[in-house]
């Protein structure tokens, strides 16, 4: 049964990720979820110094202010000082990130807090929190948080699907429209950024990152329809989910490692499989030139 959680768990996340990857791979946003899940260090350390717990409430709510502080800031310096969106992006979180890092030292001594605890998550720990309702056994709390954040992103795209897709594929066009882009792009960094701090609690940052990035970048070079790029990048995310779990298993290894791997693997195998695809396309043209002039 602890399986079973431990594969549900980073399955609901690679859904949820991979959603929110396909919008963020096509804005050339990818490294988002990277900021965010440094970003909301101060937002953490600042809400556990105020409530003097480590309650997952109140953890929350200054995680989800600093994450939504950083897409402020992002915007605003790609949008108003026009700085490059991957410039905009270092700045701002390492900005963060560094001010969470100085109120630790400041606050050492009231804090009983550190780096690796805000952002490393253990995804194998997850079925020993447990849920009870009415005093029966209802599974681990983060299944329960991550379902009901999967339905809410998900529920979010659906409704504003036509202008998201608008406004990520063609902005000018969205805009002459009467559509607001920027609107539109700080709905869906609430989205990341939500996804982001609720899912660094149990699979950590660095698998969040590899969610948010690495299905979506395999589905991209293996379609170029939006839609059908959803579905595959869904399903190389919970593809990987499963085999990383058992790989790690095997190794008796780190799973959110194993999981990033096979991530990284799905990658390079469709893309040598692209690559193979060209030159087949390339020889077959080469060839039929060849017979035509013979």
């Not at 990857?21 to 440094?38: E, P, Q, T, V, Y």
């Not at 000018?172 to 960094?189: D, E, H, P, T």
């Amino acid at each position: 049964m602890i399986d079973f959680w431990i594969i549900l768990t980073a399955s609901l996340v690679a859904t949820t990720t991979a959603i929110l990857g396909c919008f963020l791979i096509m804005r050339k946003m990818a490294m988002i979820g990277d900021a965010i899940s440094h970003a909301v260090l101060p937002g953490i350390v600042i809400a556990y110094y105020i409530s003097h717990s480590r309650a997952s409430f109140p953890i929350l709510i200054g995680a989800a202010a600093s994450g939504m502080v950083v897409t402020y800031l992002i915007q605003f310096f790609h949008q108003k000082v026009k700085l490059q969106q991957d410039a905009s992006i270092g700045i701002s979180y390492t900005f963060l990130f560094a001010i969470g890092i100085i109120l630790i030292s400041l606050f050492s001594g009231n804090v009983d807090l550190d780096q690796d605890c805000v952002l490393y998550g253990e995804i194998a720990y997850v079925p020993l929190d447990n849920l009870s309702i009415g005093g029966l056994y209802a599974g681990p709390r983060q299944v329960w948080i991550l379902g009901t954040t999967l339905i809410i992103i998900s529920t979010s795209v659906i409704v504003a699907y036509r202008k998201l897709v608008l406004t990520t594929f063609d902005p000018a066009f969205a805009s002459a429209m009467g559509i607001s882009v920027v609107l539109w792009q700080y709905y869906l960094m609430a989205g990341v950024s939500l996804t982001t701090v609720v899912s660094f609690e149990s699979v950590g940052a660095v698998l969040v990152i590899a969610f948010l990035s690495g299905p979506a970048a395999t589905a991209f070079l293996l379609t170029k329809d939006f839609k059908k790029m959803l579905y595959l990048a869904v399903g190389f995310g919970i593809s990987a989910s499963i085999l990383g779990y058992y790989t790690a298993v095997w190794l008796a290894g780190s799973i959110a490692g194993a999981i990033a791997t096979i991530i990284g693997l799905q990658f390079a195998i469709a893309f040598i499989y692209i690559q193979f695809l060209k030159k087949a396309r390339i020889s077959e043209t080469l060839e039929n030139k060849a017979l035509t002039e013979v």
